[in-house]
């Protein structure tokens, strides 16, 4: 028996799943930069909140059409985005080169909205204080202490002050200092298995 191929069938068959699998690729290299994200978790500093190798889902539309709220846990970049192609999220091609690539991008950061635009923020014995009344805590392991005495600070308009729930061993914003807006990748919807 023989087997006839007819080669200008093949041809089209590969240009099309060439094609199909291009526009896939765009759908979720898409979706990975402009709508939602899959972040592990690689620090301790939001125990017991979340713990180092937890999956979280994240939401990069939130803050397009809105901004960061006391009480979310967002996705932090830590420097300004560089390269080409930089996008409204803070993401560029050198990103996903990396991902690409396996090789260590940009850090980024998983912290706690403590405080927004026009509040300010004290840290006295050991507590946390917003707008002169302190702040209830239930999730927060350790005590939150800054590196100064008489620690005061007032947030910026575009920016905010972020804390990780594990106080002790966090850098943070008592670190490095309040964050624009613009740096504020993503917020934390969903920890996966939860």
């Excluded at 560089?82 to 996008?87: D, N, Q």
């Excluded at 002790?168 to 917020?187: A, C, M, P, Y």
Aim: include cysteine; proline fraction near 2%; aromatic fraction near 10%.
């Amino acid at each position: 028996m023989k087997v006839v191929v007819d080669v200008n069938y093949l041809i089209k068959l590969i240009k099309a799943i060439a094609v199909t699998s291009c526009l896939v690729m765009l759908v979720v290299l898409s979706i990975h930069a402009y709508v939602s994200n899959v972040i592990i978790v690689q620090q301790d500093s939001m125990n017991p909140t979340l713990q180092d190798g937890d999956l979280l889902i994240t939401n990069k539309l939130d803050y397009v059409f809105g901004q960061p709220a006391v009480g979310d846990i967002v996705i932090v970049l830590k420097e300004e985005p560089e390269g080409i192609a930089v996008t409204k999220f803070g993401r560029t091609l050198v990103d996903y080169y990396y991902n690409l690539t396996g090789s260590s991008g940009r850090v980024r950061y998983v912290k706690r909205v403590v405080a927004v635009s026009g509040d300010w923020v004290e840290f006295i014995d050991g507590s946390l204080y917003v707008n002169g009344d302190i702040v209830v805590e239930d999730y927060v392991q350790g005590d939150s202490y800054s590196m100064f005495d008489n620690y005061f600070a007032v947030v910026p308009h575009g920016e905010v002050y972020l804390l990780g729930d594990n106080r002790e061993v966090s850098l943070d914003s008592r670190h490095f200092g309040t964050v624009s807006l613009d740096l504020v990748e993503s917020k934390v919807i969903t920890k996966v298995g939860e």
